[in-house]
């Protein structure tokens, strides 16, 4: 840690973020509801969604 320059206190602050940034990641994991299937495969479905 001295190498790099971080202390005990950079660590706490950093994991915190870390931690409330996993909490917001799951919450949209779980109110994620997939579209209707087009008949696509994943990757032309990725596609046509994002051009």
């Known amino acids: ?4 320059q971080v202390t005990e206190a950079d660590l706490r602050e950093y994991y915190e973020q870390w931690q409330r940034l ?4 799951q919450a949209k ?3 994620y509801e997939p579209k ?4 696509l495969g994943p990757i032309e479905a990725t596609i046509s969604t994002h051009t």
């Open 1 to 4: 840690m001295a190498k790099n």
């Open 22 to 25: 996993q909490v917001v990641h």
């Open 29 to 31: 994991q779980a109110r």
């Open 36 to 39: 209707p299937a087009t008949g």
